[in-house]
Antibody, heavy 119, light 111 residues
Framework: QVHLVQSGAEVKKPGASVKVSCKAS????????INWVRQATGQGLEWMGW????????GYAPKFQGRVAMTRDTSISTAYMDLSSLRSEDTAVYYC????????????WGQGTLVTVSS | QSALTQPASVSGSPGQSITISCTGT?????????VSWYQHHPGKAPKLMIY???NRPSGVSNRFSGSKSGNTASLTISGLQAEDEADYYC???????????FGGGTKLTVL
């Protein structure tokens, strides 16, 4: 059974950075891409970027380019999403997501990590 | 502003059917049969309900169905039940610098 377990809630000040982790289990970590999706307060879902299963190559939504970095540690089957220069609009629940069983869709989601940006 | 357009809210009584639309462009919904739908109860992770426009994942009720015409996809829920009350999001693969786009979400209220 696929499980994605994310790190706990964070409170950050504007201008700071946050690093969210996502530990995968139940499948071969390097066999599936990992995507990151967020839901800002009162907003809809928003795709942030992805990391290739094979090479670890990343691709980011233009909105986050320059502020986001997605990395991984394959030895512990864990992916990371680093978001810098935080502002209040970044207050959101961040999800790591995997498309495992069905092509071009996301069937496994982490439980979400609430990041609150407040002075 | 979300890339895909959904109505903000829909409602229906138990047993009725409702349809949620999702309008994109010829670069996303209209270009690919990779539309998916997600059910999101507050405080929980979203759940995949439809993939590939009209396919149901294992375990999803056949009361949920999807379709597409041109640049607009639709999710239909028949025989509404109280537990269907949630937010629903559509998503599509897109030939752009942002390969995945979502709709703004539709709040379904079961009266």
């Amino acid at each position: 059974q696929v499980h994605l377990v994310q790190s706990g809630a964070e409170v950050k000040k504007p201008g700071a950075s946050v690093k969210v982790s996502c530990k995968a289990s139940g499948y071969t970590f390097t066999s599936y891409d990992i995507n990151w999706v967020r839901q800002a307060t009162g907003q809809g879902l928003e795709w942030m970027g992805w990391m290739s299963r094979n090479s670890g190559k990343t691709g980011y939504a233009p909105k986050f380019q320059g502020r986001v970095a997605m990395t991984r540690d394959t030895s512990i089957s864990t992916a990371y999403m680093d978001l810098s220069s935080l502002r209040s609009e970044d207050t959101a629940v961040y999800y790591c997501v995997v498309g495992y069983s069905y092509g071009f869709s996301f069937d496994y989601w982490g439980q979400g990590t609430l990041v609150t940006v407040s002075s | 502003q979300s890339a895909l357009t959904q109505p903000a809210s829909v409602s229906g009584s138990p047993g009725q059917s409702i349809t949620i639309s999702c309008t994109g462009t010829s670069s996303d919904v209209g270009a690919y049969n990779y539309v998916s739908w997600y059910q999101h109860h507050p405080g929980k992770a979203p759940k995949l309900m439809i993939y590939g426009v009209s396919n149901r994942p294992s375990g999803v009720s056949n009361r949920f169905s999807g379709s597409k015409s041109g640049n607009t996809a639709s999710l239909t829920i028949s025989g509404l039940q109280a537990e269907d009350e949630a937010d629903y999001y559509c998503s599509s693969y897109a030939s752009s610098s942002t390969p995945w786009v979502f709709g703004g979400g539709t709040k379904l209220t079961v009266l």
